[in-house]
């Protein structure tokens, strides 16, 4: 998903099976990052690896992590608009 954060694309994806991994991370930046976006923000139901963050810091767009296992409405905190979006 591709949503706006202010002036801003943020590019949004969702991992629903398995542990985010620095594979991962990796595949979804080349896939994802392109001229125009922004940031990525990437989110997982089921935990992060510790070596995805080294992924994410080592990136050329910043990347997020979002561990959503304890999320009580994980779907809603992933489609929740981002600040300085509107909800329209």
Do not use: H, W
């Not at 590019?11 to 979804?28: D, H, P, Q, S, Y």
């Not at 139901?45 to 963050?53: E, K, N, V, Y």
Request: charged share 25%; hydrophobic share 40%; with cysteine.
């Amino acid at each position: 998903m591709i949503t706006c954060q202010g002036d801003l694309l943020v590019g949004k994806v969702l991992l629903a099976e398995g542990e985010i991994t620095a594979e991962f991370v990796t595949r979804m930046t080349r896939q994802y990052a392109s001229p125009g976006i922004d940031r990525l923000k990437i989110y997982g139901l089921q935990g992060i690896r510790d070596d995805a963050f080294d992924a994410a810091n080592s990136t050329d767009v910043p990347v997020q992590l979002f561990d959503l296992r304890d999320a009580d409405d994980p779907a809603g905190i992933f489609c929740a608009p981002l600040a300085g979006q509107s909800g329209a």
